[in-house]
């Protein structure tokens, strides 16, 4: 029965309706989960961004205490050791209030302390040995919560030495309570059961914006003890002490060292996402019976009409003539409708495709025999313009070489007869011509790879590049500075070109080098990708990144001529020798220390390439 059914429409409508269903679900449960995780950030923004404005104003009760104690250090009255004409100001500016001046001596005994009646005996209060590290460097301390011996409770302070520096006679110290620090500190309009706290640097409450008689001066959760010890911003999940479940921000308080915790009940956000899930599961429900009916309508109207059309197809292969049949849904009666044309239109459609086709290949071989044709005229005019190119360079080499065997001439039989003005700007016209005459002959060079003739063959890198390095008068002078690491494999290409590229990879890194740097190059290669690297690597000025894509064109020179020779056709030349052997080329330096020049040639084992 089943798998009648799933061979049936109506059976697969059945289950297209489920799996749509499925999908659904699937989807309303993503979207559920989405809205969810959208709403628990937008809390944990909520909850960052309250904690860093309370992390401001936190600093800024701080700052107030600090501007207080500059004020009163300002009159002077310490400094001229008067000490009671200080402990009138100090009383008059902290009445009537919940801060209090307290003056001791740096150990620690108080001499003052507005918040005591005056001419009661006062405690001897140490200094603990980060607080007097800070005063006597001339900073201002502010302390973590301690127990106030004068008035019995916990207090936090803000001290400064005087005079300032590293032998201060006094210590004057603000204090204030909790409850004076986080007046107006936290946000009066956060939602209902937000929870704000302000923790010391020993991680004990400090302030609490709820139940603070009964928190202030415990630790905090551990989770929000381990934020605090990590010193940076942090959203968690937590318990309060009152056994709570909240979303947590820990914000710290930099230039204090404080945190600041706030958190948000879980139980809105859950009831929220309870919320969805209900409302996404009734839509599911009612999508699936929905489908459910219309799927079986639609399954009623189709099955009827198919058996319509097949009495038609019947009739069609008995020869009988179709009668106009009553089917329900457009679609069918289309294809009703189609049915009695069909042998014509079939006969006529092949007879079209046929005309069709001809003319394809008719058009098919006009256009092969016109790119024929534009393909042989490029390559002529590609030809003329090569070998106009050879021409010019080569006529261009005997009026320079004149030029400069005239210029030298005058310069050695006649050079103690002209001034050091004309001797230079001979020996520039000199310069001149050789360095024209190095770019004619890098030019016939460039020709000669372009219009060379290859025929491509195993060739042996390891006695060819030993060979450069003989044959050439350069490199052949600085052989012991080129190390070249067995094995170089074989790989396809030619001889000529190879040997081309090769010597002005050598050659240029033996050139560019920073004065007084002895050139070290090596030569290996290494597989990648099917082809064979070959790398030139060398210890020489770099090249910036920035610039690698230019590297290889003609005529371009990352270095002025004065200080480096050359005129920026080598690197051209190695490009075009190896891109007609079927090869890459490419560089890799980080512009500082030295170069990585490579060519890529494909291994000799590949069929041979005219």
Request: proline share 6%.
């Amino acid at each position: 029965m089943p798998l009648a059914l799933s061979r049936s429409l109506r059976g697969r409508l059945l289950l297209m309706v489920f799996l749509v269903a499925a999908s659904l679900a699937v989807l309303a449960g993503l979207l559920v989960w989405q809205a969810y995780k959208n709403e628990r950030d937008a809390v944990y923004r909520e909850l960052g961004n309250t904690a860093r404005a309370t992390a401001a104003l936190v600093e800024q009760r701080v700052a107030n205490m600090e501007a207080l104690l500059a004020g009163i250090v300002a009159a002077g009255e310490l400094e001229r050791d008067d000490i009671e004409a200080f402990a009138i100001r100090a009383r008059e500016a902290t009445k009537p209030g919940r801060r209090w001046f307290v003056v001791s001596t740096p150990d620690g005994q108080q001499l003052i302390n507005t918040r005591a009646p005056a001419g009661s005996p006062l405690p001897l209060v140490p200094f603990a040995p980060d607080a007097f590290e800070v005063v006597t460097s001339g900073r201002t301390y502010v302390s973590d919560l301690i127990f106030g011996p004068v008035v019995k409770r916990p207090v936090v302070f803000v001290s400064v030495g005087l005079p300032a520096g590293p032998h201060p006679r006094y210590f004057l110290s603000l204090a204030a309570s909790p409850e004076e620090l986080a007046e107006g500190t936290f946000v009066s309009s956060a939602p209902k059961g937000y929870v704000f706290g302000v923790i010391d640097r020993n991680g004990i409450i400090l302030a609490r914006s709820a139940s603070a008689e009964s928190f202030v001066g415990r630790a905090p959760s551990p989770e929000v003890a381990a934020a605090v010890r990590i010193g940076r911003e942090t959203f968690l999940r937590s318990r309060t002490l009152e056994g709570i479940d909240v979303l947590g921000a820990v914000v710290p308080v930099p230039r204090i060292g404080w945190s600041i915790a706030a958190g948000a009940p879980q139980a809105a956000l859950q009831t929220s996402a309870r919320r969805l899930i209900a409302t996404g599961l009734l839509t599911c429900l009612v999508i699936l019976v929905a489908a459910t009916g219309v799927a079986w309508w639609i399954s009623r109207s189709a099955l009827r009409d198919v058996d319509a059309l097949l009495a038609d197809t019947r009739k069609i292969a008995a020869g009988e003539d179709l009668l106009p049949s009553g089917t329900a849904l457009a679609e069918t009666s289309a294809i009703a409708a189609s049915l009695r044309e069909t042998h014509r239109r079939l006969r006529e459609q092949l007879q079209e495709r046929l005309q069709a086709e001809a003319a394809l290949f008719a058009a098919k071989a006009e256009l092969e025999q016109k790119v024929a044709e534009r393909t042989a005229s490029l390559t002529e005019l590609l030809g003329q313009m090569e070998e106009f190119n050879y021409g010019v360079s080569h006529d261009l080499r005997g009026p320079l070489r004149s030029m400069i065997g005239f210029s030298r001439v005058v310069l050695e039989d006649h050079g103690a007869a002209l001034d050091p003005e004309a001797k230079d700007h001979l020996q520039r016209v000199v310069s001149s011509g050789e360095r024209m005459s190095q770019m004619i002959e890098d030019l016939l060079a460039l020709s000669r790879v372009s219009r060379e003739q290859l025929v491509l063959g195993p060739v042996d890198l390891g006695p060819l590049v030993r060979d450069c390095v003989r044959g050439h008068p350069v490199l052949a002078d600085q052989a012991r500075r080129i190390e070249i690491i067995d094995p170089l494999p074989s790989v396809l290409g030619h001889p000529s070109p190879i040997q081309q590229a090769m010597i002005n990879l050598l050659v240029n890194a033996l050139k560019f080098v920073r004065p007084g740097v002895e050139p070290r190059i090596r030569v290996f290669a290494e597989p990648r990708g099917g082809f064979f690297r070959v790398v030139v690597e060398d210890n020489g000025i770099g090249i910036d990144p920035a610039h690698h894509g230019r590297l290889f064109k003609v005529f371009e020179r990352l270095q002025p001529s004065r200080r480096f020779a050359g005129t920026g056709i080598g690197l051209s030349i190695v490009r075009r020798a190896v891109e007609r052997l079927g090869g890459r080329v490419g560089v890799e330096s980080d512009g500082q220390s030295g170069s990585r020049f490579w060519m890529e040639l494909r291994p000799a084992a590949e069929p041979p390439v005219v």
